[in-house]
């Protein structure tokens, strides 16, 4: 097995790449209600800040500042994805390397991680959360996604309604809510 090396940074942040195992499926939005909530009962149990995040239909982008003294975002994937699959029904083909270790196979078993450097590596990973819908063709603007942390930060005034050419800022999906 590939030894897979990890940039630890007790309380650090770090931008998160995680996506679906079928990238075909739209699961992630179909279902925001049950992502949402394995966000929130695994925020309950081990405390992060969801600094920026985007849910497209297959895949999600996140930074998240950890608590001092703690790097453990393993586990709190671990945890939001077997909240998630919990919450829907059994459907997806699954190998039998799946079966042995108890998974479900609807999400990739890696994801990509990256520690924040510095306020400019920040800023050009908010930015790419944020401009991602546009990117992948599921939005005309940023403002037209729902599932953003963008409308939360156009209410905080930390970026303007126009920010990256739009011209409304709209509704929001309490996702990155503090």
């Not at 790449?17 to 739209?26: E, F, I, K, P, Y």
Request: proline share 6%.
């Amino acid at each position: 097995m590939t030894n897979y090396r990890r940039s630890i940074v007790q309380g650090g942040s770090y931008f998160f790449t995680v996506n679906l195992a079928d990238r075909s499926l739209g699961l992630l939005t179909e279902h925001i209600d049950a992502l949402h909530e394995a966000f929130q009962c695994t925020r309950s149990r081990h405390p992060f800040t969801i600094e920026a995040i985007v849910v497209l239909p297959d895949h999600l982008h996140a930074i998240w500042s950890l608590p001092d003294g703690d790097a453990n975002f393993a586990v709190r994937w671990r945890l939001i994805k077997a909240s998630f699959s919990r919450g829907l029904p059994a459907y997806e083909p699954v190998s039998p390397s799946r079966v042995r270790k108890a998974e479900r196979g609807i999400w990739q078993r890696r994801y990509w991680e990256h520690a924040i450097r510095d306020e400019a590596d920040f800023t050009r990973h908010v930015d790419y959360i944020h401009f991602n819908p546009v990117k992948h063709g599921h939005a005309a603007r940023v403002s037209d996604w729902p599932y953003s942390s963008f409308h939360r930060m156009v209410r905080f005034g930390t970026l303007p309604p126009d920010w990256a050419g739009d011209s409304t800022a709209k509704s929001t999906s309490g996702f990155g809510e503090r």
